[in-house]
């Protein structure tokens, strides 16, 4: 991979890492929610679940999109189906102070598991093998899910520090609760692009 080709995919990465999705905002939500900390398993789940779904697609998973031609559809409807039930569950998160809390952070799993249904990931992971290892190498496959390993863990650690210091003007109940049904309604606006694509 040239130096030219390295410098278009650390930048592709970045900003599809950084820019808003369903991870960022959920993890927004959960570090207003419960705090940096109790956010990191979420943080890798994603980190490290995006790099293993994108190693599996450059591999060979891209190839059930070519040769299954509704399978990109059916996924495109889960996904959507499962992100509206969690920006319910993000719109009626509660304080970890609460007694009666409703919700709690990711666990490294569910966050690794989220990826499989994420049309954002999707979106990137294709595009990403389609223009920075369309040879199926090995070694252009392993480049590209290791930059994109450096880069997403700072980028998605970004947003749970926004959503965490944000914890200072959250003081209230109905703040809180105004700023997770704001999380909720952008997380299923951040599907318009997938649904009219």
């Known amino acids: 991979m040239t130096p030219d080709i390295l410098t278009a995919l650390s930048v592709f990465a970045l900003v599809s890492s950084i820019t808003p999705g369903p991870n960022n905002l959920m993890l927004m939500a959960s570090g207003a929610n419960y705090g940096f900390r109790p956010t990191i398993p979420h943080m890798l789940g994603i980190g490290l679940g995006f790099m293993f779904m994108l190693f599996l697609v450059g591999i060979g998973l891209i190839g059930v999109f070519d040769a299954i031609p509704y ?83 700072p980028s998605v650690s970004l947003w749970t520090l926004v959503g965490q210091k944000m914890q200072i003007v959250l003081t209230s109940r109905i703040r809180l609760r105004i700023f997770n049904i704001t999380m909720a309604v952008l997380l299923v606006g951040s599907l318009i692009p997938v649904v009219f694509q």
């Open 71 to 153: 399978s990109y559809e059916t996924l495109k409807l889960v996904s959507i189906l499962y992100l509206c039930w969690l920006a319910w569950r993000v719109a009626n998160a509660a304080p970890p102070d609460e007694e009666t809390k409703t919700g709690k952070p990711f666990t490294f799993l569910q966050a690794a598991a989220f990826q499989w249904v994420n049309p954002k990931a999707w979106t990137m992971a294709l595009t990403a093998m389609t223009l920075y290892a369309p040879d199926r190498s090995l070694w252009a496959i392993l480049v590209v899910t290791t930059v994109f390993g450096l880069i997403n863990m």
